[in-house]
């Protein structure tokens, strides 16, 4: 073959090459569909809209967020499957849905009753732990973008709530999807009666349960606060969220991505704690203007919720909290109650 005939040669095979690369580039992107359960119109909401664009910018289009919104994506039992069968690759979950694919009760354990009790307590148990839970959730199939301290659950009752007595004289409607609460709380002797959430004034108003207990803003976003009119101030437990992916779509993005679009998420991580909290006061205000009561509960009437529950602790662990985890949560708390 003469030298200009092996050029030409070179030449195509170069260009067929070479040429459908663009091609391929375009066809190589991501989509990431993320259920929330979260309605659009909140900070939670917003925050997920701007990580959406954010990750867009930071492949240049190569991976695309696709947020559904409202719950439109079915309960968190039904988004739970669709994660793990690919349907959709991301999604926020409760304390009780990463609980769920976790089940050595490590998740769980952070909502033990009266176990964390303020704000600061949860930032040196999460920043002890959060290591130790996302390798549990990654062992699980899973892996965490984000977390959320998404407030505070509370006693929201008809009539004024201090001590445990004052519950236990009423009918305290629960979850069923939340059955390490309802263990802990059936265990301490509780009047309980399973209520699904759509239900609760309902419930509240035909007078088959006098008191539940929820997040601030559920309550005040549900229009409980009408019935129930009496918050007792002591925290039961933290409200926890997180944004986990499946494994299979988190090794589906390119390698070069992956640190960009992790700390955009942590970074609206951050920026939601603080969003929360506020929401959860403002919550809390509006509903005073409209006949909450808040019941403050005195250091000495507190000391009698945490002894009610600590009498019961030893027969909730290892069947609805992780023993192991328990343990090591109350000597690092203990030691920080204790001070310097």
């Given at each position: 073959?003469?030298?200009?005939?092996?050029?030409?040669?070179?030449?195509?095979?170069?260009?067929?090459?070479?040429?459908?690369?663009?091609?391929?580039?375009?066809?190589?992107?991501?989509?990431?569909?993320?259920?929330?359960?979260?309605?659009?119109?909140?900070p939670w909401g917003a925050a997920l809209n701007r990580m959406?664009?954010?990750?867009?910018?930071?492949?240049?289009?190569?991976?695309?967020?696709?947020?559904?919104?409202?719950?439109?994506?079915?309960?968190?039992?039904?988004?739970?499957?669709?994660?793990?069968?690919?349907?959709?690759?991301?999604?926020?979950?409760?304390?009780?849905?990463?609980?769920?694919?976790?089940?050595?009760?490590?998740?769980?354990?952070?909502?033990?009753?009266?176990?964390?009790?303020?704000?600061?307590?949860?930032?040196?148990?999460?920043?002890?732990?959060?290591?130790?839970?996302?390798?549990?959730?990654?062992?699980?199939?899973?892996?965490?973008?984000?977390?959320?301290?998404?407030?505070?659950?509370?006693?929201?009752?008809?009539?004024?709530?201090?001590?445990?007595?004052?519950?236990?004289?009423?009918?305290?409607?629960?979850?069923?999807?939340?059955?390490?609460?309802?263990?802990?709380?059936?265990?301490?002797?509780?009047?309980?009666?399973?209520?699904?959430?759509?239900?609760?004034?309902?419930?509240?108003?035909?007078?088959?349960?006098?008191?539940?207990?929820?997040?601030?803003?559920?309550?005040?976003?549900?229009?409980?606060?009408?019935?129930?009119?009496?918050?007792?101030?002591?925290?039961?437990?933290?409200?926890?969220?997180?944004?986990?992916?499946?494994?299979?779509?988190?090794?589906?993005?390119?390698?070069?991505?992956?640190?960009?679009?992790?700390?955009?998420?942590?970074?609206?991580?951050?920026?939601?704690?603080?969003?929360?909290?506020?929401?959860?006061?403002?919550?809390?205000?509006?509903?005073?203007?409209?006949?909450?009561?808040?019941?403050?509960?005195?250091?000495?009437?507190?000391?009698?919720?945490?002894?009610?529950?600590?009498?019961?602790?030893?027969?909730?662990?290892?069947?609805?909290?992780?023993?192991?985890?328990?343990?090591?949560?109350?000597?690092?708390?203990?030691?920080?109650?204790?001070?310097?």
């Open positions: 073959m003469k030298p200009i005939g092996r050029l030409v040669v070179v030449c195509i095979v170069l260009g067929a090459i070479l040429l459908p690369l663009p091609t391929f580039a375009q066809r190589r992107k991501i989509t990431i569909k993320l259920a929330s359960l979260v309605p659009e119109k909140t959406a664009q954010e990750w867009a910018d930071a492949t240049n289009g190569e991976v695309e967020l696709i947020i559904y919104h409202n719950g439109i994506a079915g309960s968190e039992g039904d988004v739970l499957r669709k994660l793990k069968g690919n349907q959709i690759q991301a999604a926020i979950l409760s304390s009780f849905g990463l609980n769920s694919i976790t089940p050595g009760h490590e998740v769980m354990t952070l909502s033990c009753p009266f176990l964390i009790r303020n704000n600061a307590e949860l930032d040196l148990v999460l920043h002890d732990l959060k290591p130790l839970l996302e390798e549990r959730i990654n062992q699980a199939g899973f892996f965490t973008l984000a977390w959320s301290k998404a407030g505070w659950v509370r006693f929201f009752s008809k009539a004024p709530v201090f001590v445990p007595d004052d519950l236990k004289r009423q009918k305290l409607g629960v979850n069923e999807q939340e059955p390490a609460l309802m263990d802990a709380f059936k265990a301490m002797g509780y009047r309980m009666v399973p209520v699904a959430m759509n239900q609760v004034l309902v419930y509240l108003n035909g007078g088959m349960i006098d008191a539940v207990y929820q997040s601030p803003v559920n309550v005040g976003g549900l229009q409980i606060f009408g019935v129930a009119k009496h918050m007792a101030s002591i925290n039961i437990a933290p409200f926890m969220g997180g944004i986990v992916m499946n494994q299979a779509a988190w090794r589906s993005i390119p390698e070069r991505h992956k640190p960009g679009l992790l700390g955009i998420a942590k970074r609206l991580e951050a920026e939601l704690d603080t969003s929360i909290q506020q929401l959860e006061g403002e919550a809390i205000a509006t509903m005073q203007k409209y006949g909450l009561v808040i019941n403050r509960v005195s250091p000495e009437q507190e000391q009698l919720w945490y002894a009610d529950v600590n009498r019961v602790i030893p027969s909730l662990l290892g069947a609805t909290f992780n023993r192991e985890l328990y343990g090591r949560l109350e000597t690092l708390l203990k030691a920080y109650r204790s001070g310097p």
